[in-house]
């Protein structure tokens, strides 16, 4: 429990504690499990202070100095820390909840089990920072400093990255086995189709993902059922660097054209295989990307019954082969 005196000191007058403080600098302030509440703390020096379990919510620590003191437990949700000093500070488990921590200085802070979800840290220097088992939401870090966080605890190897919202995605992916599972899946088994599957061809859609799925191959689909947008090129160039290959029906290609060409030229490590139907030609700009030497020759069907057949040896196991040569080429 904190200490009456010092809790009543603080509470009264912000300036007088500092002035105190200065005066007896062998003094370690207890204010462990202390109500401050809204309280306004501008400028309050708490070097050292002990905040465990403290109620800051809403409170104004702006321009605080908090080096060194223990907020472990603390609850600061929606406390405003602007400009704060929380060099060394021991923020472990404690929930800064939409708490404004914006041009903060917090040189290797023990954030360890923090819930920072919607937490302001614009501007903040997180240099060294301790982030193990962090929830780090839709935080704010426009001009953060986030260099050498360390992602784990204190009894197994130091693994560091500079970004917060990365750090709990690296740890999981390297503690978590069924992470890991879908990261391999997606980038070994994945394929993605694309295509124009207008309701007369949806059974070409079908039957490619039915092949697909008997070489134990995860088909992702992206049909052209709407014209395209940029929201729409965007997420269409994200999943085809996340796949094995791409299978590109080409058939009616009014509306897949920009978005094969980006893909072509821009990921030489992902070979496309490009299908037509018998009777329509392929667009101007196919000349151009038939020439990538990821990019297979034109496979020819004249409908349903004959694609069927020769999706294995026509389509699948040459891409495929394509792109298990090319991972080859990648690793050396």
Known sequence: MANPRHLRRLKKDVEAWNAWLERHRNIMPDLSEANLNGANLDGAKLMGTNLRGAYLIGTTLSGATLDGATLDGAILREANLDGAKLMGTNLSGANLSGANVARATLHQANLTGALLVETNFEGADLTGCFVYGIAAWNVKLEGTKQLNLVITPPDEPRITVDNLEVAQFIYLLLHN????????????????????????????????????????????????????????????????????????????????????????????????????????????????????????????????????????????????????????????
Not at 192 to 206: C, N, Q, S
Not at 259 to 269: A, D, G, N
């Open 177 to 332: 086995e069924k992470i890991r599972e879908v990261i391999d899946t997606i980038t070994s088994k994945a394929v993605l189709i694309l295509g124009r599957f207008t309701p007369e061809r949806k059974a070409v859609l079908d039957a490619m993902r039915e092949e697909l799925r008997k070489h134990d191959y995860v088909p992702i689909i992206f049909d052209f059922d709407k014209p395209a947008r940029r929201d729409t090129h965007e997420t269409i160039t994200m999943l085809a660097r996340m796949v094995r290959f791409i299978v590109a029906d080409i058939t009616e290609p009014r509306s897949i054209p920009q978005e094969l060409v980006s893909i072509v030229e821009t990921m030489p490590s992902v070979p496309v295989k490009p299908i037509l139907q018998h009777g329509c030609e392929p667009w101007g700009m196919y000349d151009h990307i038939k020439s990538y030497p990821w990019v297979l020759k034109l496979h020819r069907y004249r409908n349903l019954d004959d694609l069927i057949p020769s999706l294995e040896a026509k389509v699948i196991t040459p891409v495929a082969a394509r792109a298990k040569k090319l991972l080859k080429r990648k690793v050396k």
